[in-house]
C-alpha cells in the first residue's frame, strides 16, 4: 500500500513539473517622476501566459537594490489579471527616497548613474496548483536625475 502511494505522490509531482508556467520579463527600468523627497522609477515588466483563460494576479512585491542595499520596495496587492494566451504588460512604481541616493553617491561615476538589481515576485493563482510566486529579475544602469528633471 504505501508503494502504492509513493507511485501516485511521484505521478502527481512529475506533472506538476510539466504544466506550462507563466514566463515574465523587466523590458525597461526608466525614471518616471521627480518631486521634493523621493525619485519614482517606473518598471516595465512583461508577462505571457501560456493558458487559454486569464489567471488573476494576487499580488506584486519587489525590492529595489543598488550598491549591495535595499533602496525601494513594496507591495501591490490585487493589481489584475493575466490575459489568455497573451503577453500582459505591468508597469510597477518603485519609489526611492532622496536620503538614499545621496548615500549612494559613491556608486554614481562620471555617468551619473546607478547599478541596480530589481527583484519582483508575481504571486498568481494557477488552477490546480494554487498561489504560486513567479521570480523575475533584472540587472542594469539607472539614471539619476539631474537639475533639468526638476523644470
Not at 97 to 117: H, K, Q, T
Not at 118 to 125: E, R
Request: proline share 7%.
Amino acid at each position: 500500500m504505501a508503494s502504492l502511494l509513493d507511485k501516485a505522490k511521484d505521478f502527481v509531482a512529475d506533472k506538476l513539473t510539466t504544466i506550462p508556467k507563466p514566463e515574465g520579463s523587466v523590458t525597461d527600468v526608466d525614471l518616471k517622476d521627480v518631486n521634493r523627497d523621493s525619485v519614482e522609477y517606473l518598471a516595465k515588466v512583461s508577462v505571457t501566459n501560456p493558458y487559454s483563460h486569464s489567471i488573476p494576479i494576487c499580488e506584486i512585491s519587489f525590492t529595489f537594490h543598488s550598491a549591495g542595499r535595499e533602496i525601494g520596495k513594496g507591495k501591490i496587492p490585487d493589481p489584475g489579471s493575466l490575459k489568455a494566451k497573451d503577453m500582459t504588460a505591468l508597469d510597477i512604481p518603485v519609489v526611492v527616497p532622496y536620503s538614499i541616493l545621496f548615500n549612494l553617491a559613491r556608486d554614481v561615476g562620471v555617468d551619473w548613474d546607478i547599478d541596480y538589481e530589481l527583484q519582483i515576485g508575481l504571486t498568481i493563482d494557477l488552477p490546480v496548483v494554487g498561489e504560486f510566486t513567479l521570480p523575475i529579475s533584472s540587472k542594469g544602469e539607472i539614471k539619476l536625475p539631474t537639475f533639468k528633471d526638476f523644470f
